[in-house]
C-alpha cells in the first residue's frame, strides 16, 4: 500500500479542542458492547444489510455484536437473522468475489434473504376507501411486510413478542391467563434488537424503540404534571402540549385495545393485552412511509385510536390524537438509540437514502452524517435539527478521511474517537467518548474495476442501464393491484456485494473495536492529492445549502 502518513492513523489522532457541556473521560475500555447500527432507505437498506450481517458472519465477527439498531429497511431485513431459525449462512448466503459477479452470475445467486427483495407478490391487499382508519393501514400495509419479510421464514404468525425464553416464562407468571398464547422470541445467539419508530401529534415528533423486551424512548421526567393518555406508554402533556413517555412498557402489552388501566403519579397498572403486538406490527411502524411508496401509496401515517379519559382506548372512529410515523422521520441512522444506552463502541453503516431527482445520487446520502455533528443540508427532515449528538469541530477531519479514501478507490471506512454533546430532546446525557468506526456506502471504484467486463460496462451505461443511480438504486414498483415493488435478482446481489466489500474492507478496523479481539495496530493510511476526476463527498451545490443548526 506504500508509505502512510501518521497524521491519518484513526488511533494516533490528536483529539480536537473545542467548547463541551461536560467533562469528557474517554472510551471505557472495560465496557463489553458493541453496538451495530444500519441507516434505513427502504429496499437498498435492506439489501445493504443483508450485505453487512453476511460478511460480519463469515468474519467470525457478528457474535461479538451485542446490540443491532435498525429503522425500516435494514429492520425488515434484519428481523429474520434475528428471530428466524435458519442459520446466517442460508439466510445471507456465502461471501462472493467482485471478480466472479458476472451479470449471468448476479442472476443466478439466490439468497433467501435477498429474495424478499426481489419478490414480486401477485396477492393484492384489499382496497379500502378510508386511509384515516386504522384498519386500513393494516389493510394495506401489513401484507405486504408479512408476505416479504416473514412468511418465508416461518414468522408471519400473530404471536407475541417476548426478549427471551426466560422473560416469556416471567409474563405467563405475572399474567396466567397468557399461559395460552404463542410467542416469538429472538435467537439467544443474536445481538438485541432495536427497531426506530416516530410518534407524531399536532407537529410534535416522538421517537421511540421497539425492542423485543419493551417499547421505550425519551421518557419525561416530570411525573407530578398533568397528562392526557394516547396509548401507554405514549401521553400528551397538557400544559406543555408535547408529546412525553412515561417510562417504558413490555412489548408483548403494547399495541391492543385496553392497555392502561389508570395513568396517575404510580405507575400504570397493566392489563393483559386483548390483540397481539406482532413482528409485522413492528415492521410496518418502522417503515411506514418507505412501505407506502413501495405500494406507491400517498399513505404515511398509521392513525392512533383516540383514549379516553380513563385511559381506555376508544374504538370509535373518532379523529385520532396521534399518528405512527416512519422511524426515519426522527433518525434514519439507528445511531441515536445505541447513544442512549451509552453505547461506547459503534459499528455505523450510513447508506443514503435515495437518488436526487435530478439524478445525482450524491444529492441526499450524507444528510444523516452531517446531522450529527449540527450541520443541516436540503432535504433535511424538520426533527434533524434536534438529532446532533456530535459538535460540529469534529467534522472537517472525518470528512477528509472518507475524501482521501474515495480519491483512492477505496471504501469509506474511518475510525475516529468522537465526543458525545447533551440531546435534551433523545435525552443523550452526553460527557463521554464513543470510538466508533464508520462505514458509509457508497460507489467505490476499486469494488467497480474489480468486477467482471459486462457488469463493469453495464454500471458505465448510469441510466441507461440496469444499474441506475447505483448504489441508490430505485425499486420497480407495481401499482397497489399488483401489491409490490422490488429490486432486480442482479440488483439486489451487486449492492449487498457492495456493503459486504465495505465491510470486509474494515475488517480490521471492526477487530480492534472488539474487546476481547485485542487493540490490533492498524496500519496509516496515505494522504493523497485529489486526483482530477476523483468526486467530493459533497458537491458545491450541497456545500452551499449546509447550514448550522
Known sequence: MGNRCASCDPCAEEALVGPVLETLPAVDWQDMEVGLCISGGGLGAACTTVGVLRALELLGLAQHVTKLSVVAGSAWASCAYVFGQASGLHLLGSLTRPGSLTLEALDALSVPLLQSATRNRSQAPRKTTSARNGAAVEELLLPLVRSQ??????????????????????????????????????????PSWLVGGTLLSEGEQLPFQMSASSISGPSSPQRDRAYEPILFPFVRELETETLQMLGSVPTFAFGGVQHVNRISQTAPVLVAPAEPFTLADMLTLSGLSRAAKLLDSPLTRWPVKAAGSQGHCNLSNAEPQAAFADGACTDNSGLLALLQRRVQRIVWVDFGWEAASAGSPQANN?????????????????????????GENEVAALLHQLQVRRNAGEPGVVRRTLRVVRNETWQIPGGFSVDLVLIHIDRVDNFEKSLPEDTYEELKKGFSGCFTSFPFLRPKISSVEQGSAAFSVRQANLLAALAEYHVRYASSLLRSLIPNKGR?????????????????????GLNSDIHKV
Open 366 to 390: 450524507m444528510n444523516d452524517l452531517m446531522e450529527k455533528f449540527g450541520l443541516l443540508q436540503a432535504g433535511s427532515s424538520p426533527f434533524a435539527k434536534h438529532t446532533q449528538v456530535f
Open 149 to 190: 419479510w416473514l412468511e418465508p421464514f416461518n414468522l408471519d404468525q400473530k404471536h407475541f413478542i417476548a426478549g427471551s425464553e426466560q422473560e416469556k416464562k416471567q409474563i405467563i407468571q405475572q399474567y396466567p391467563k397468557m399461559k395460552a398464547e404463542a410467542f416469538a422470541c429472538p435467537r439467544s445467539d443474536r
Open 520 to 540: 490490533i495496530p492498524v496500519q496509516p493510511q496515505p494522504m493523497l492529492e485529489r486526483s482530477g476526476n476523483s468526486r467530493p463527498l459533497l458537491s458545491s
